[in-house]
């Protein structure tokens, strides 16, 4: 990742922090300590407290590295300030009828947000892309693998605490 700007939502920044400061309090204070016990154990060549220990610190070490620089590149989006309520942006949840008459319902996040499963898909996204600036009741055409879509907007709804 570069250091162009992070867009995420409040909940996908408070995530990030969260994670961040339980692996800086808890997770990594817990492996040293560990570590270090193992480490007193003598022959640590066959010791797989402390081999394991070390893997596991540098899995933290470097996620906590990720997280540090993605929040200081990160752009806060609030709905409440998007210029037309009405209209698909950052941060939309978004309720669409596709051609073969399927509902969805998904909401625009962030590139650190993505949870398919849970209707969260990336504002660059080929959907997403597709959406954004249409309005409620707008037919848009998506470009897909298996070729051109419709979709017919339903619904966009900005709702900051809302869980899909």
Request: hydrophobic fraction near 40%.
């Amino acid at each position: 990742m570069s250091s162009e700007t992070n867009y995420l939502t409040r909940q996908g920044y408070e995530a990030m922090r969260m994670e961040l400061a339980q692996l800086i309090k808890v997770e990594r204070p817990s492996v040293v300590q560990i570590v270090s016990w193992a480490a007193s154990n003598g022959d640590r060549s066959e010791n797989g407290d402390y081999i394991y220990g070390k893997k596991r610190l540098r899995e933290i070490d470097r996620r906590m590295r990720f997280l540090t620089k993605r929040l200081e590149v990160a752009h806060v989006v609030d709905p409440a300030d998007q210029a037309g309520q009405d209209q698909v942006f950052f941060g939309a949840t978004v309720h669409y009828i596709d051609q073969t008459g399927q509902s969805v319902r998904i909401k625009i996040v962030g590139v650190d947000e993505v949870d398919p499963l849970n209707g969260h898909i990336s504002w660059v996204s080929p959907v997403a892309r597709a959406l954004l600036k249409s309005r409620e009741g707008d037919t848009v055409t998506l470009e897909s693998p298996t070729g051109l879509q419709t979709l017919d907007i339903i619904e966009v709804i900005y709702v900051d605490s809302e869980l899909i």
